[in-house]
């Protein structure tokens, strides 16, 4: 079988398929997401402790 120069596959060169400057945007997006997560489930546990430590009215 001979192979065709115009079909090369998978074993070709791989050609970008996004500019650097949009894959650090997306990559600034996800970390600064993953921040602010990370700060509402630090202020979420903070809170319930508080709550928790707060004698019920009676």
């Not at 600064?32 to 430590?53: D, K, P």
């Amino acid at each position: 079988m001979i192979r065709s120069f115009g079909a090369l596959g998978f074993h070709g060169r791989p050609a970008p398929v996004a500019s650097s400057r949009l894959t650090h945007a997306v990559a600034a997006s996800l970390a600064i997401g993953a921040l602010s997560l990370c700060l509402i489930v630090t202020l979420t546990v903070f809170s319930i402790n508080v709550s928790m430590a707060m004698p019920i009215p009676a």
